[in-house]
């Protein structure tokens, strides 16, 4: 079977790999008929996340289960599935509790040996291991491209939220709008935020956001700090949701948001990074980060997307194909695309 597999940094190729077998009894094997290109992909074409050359990348997924093992019991051969961008025994001290996310045997597909040794899929097919807790059906009358959005990106946007403790008539703040920013905007005007500022500095996405009911503020063309004086009686918004994973952006959470509100760090930080802490801690601030726990979220995002409260599928601006991958990650790098889909 042919997949996209990381070769250098800048480089990605299509190449000939081993059709994956079920490995244990809870495994399946999905063909995959979609698979999106994520921010995180990036960090690995970048070589920022490093894995070994010649491993397939990719972890957003819609297929059809072409094998299943004995103890697989919630999805079945010939159903079509969507699955979680990581894996989870669901039997360790985390996830007894829910927390999926920081399961101690968790893999995740498509980041090489440091996670999980997991083949991505981006691919013509993906070993699933523990297909109960990955894979869903897609709801009947559901688009395969929305149903994409369900196990990454719509999941992290639906964790931002729910996790930043956001209420009903709050004032929300996204910073950055990629993906998984403007889902955090979607989840946050289906969720009741009275009013949500979106900060980017690409006009293209600012006008996503506006569509999805924001309020559009260009981050250096636009005073935000007195944008969200204006809209807050001079105290700042009451939730922040940085979706970029930059301490410049956290910095400007911590000084836009009000006395005694939460920042949501949805973004990736792997780094030592300096912020004003002294001002966190004279504001009362709540600071909380991490992996989103999409496994956890899943179901309740799956009703959201059938209900069409939610609806991702502006953010799908290209379809594309496995052959075309080093073209998709070089437009997606240009930051030309939101979510581009590979379909094989
Ligand atoms: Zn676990």
Redesign the pocket.
Known sequence: MRAVTFQAPGVVTLEDRPQPEPESPTDAVVRIELSGVCGSDLHIYHGRVQIEPGFTIGHEYVGRVVEAGDQVKHVAVGDRVLGCFQT????????RRGL?HR????RTFGHGATLGSLQGTQAEMALIPNADLVLRRVPEGMSPEVALFAGDVMGTGFHAIQESGMRPGDLVAVLGLGPVGLCAVQVARATGAAHVLAIDTVPERLAVAESFGAQPLHATEQDVKAAVKDLSEGRGVDVSIDAVGDPRVLESAIRITRACGSIQCVGVYAERAEVHMGLLWLKALTLRGGHANVLGHVDRVLGMLSAGVLDPSPLVTHHMTLEDAPEAYAVYDRREALKIVLAP
């Open positions: 989870a025994d669901g039997d360790c001290f985390f996830c999926f399961c101690v045997n968790s």
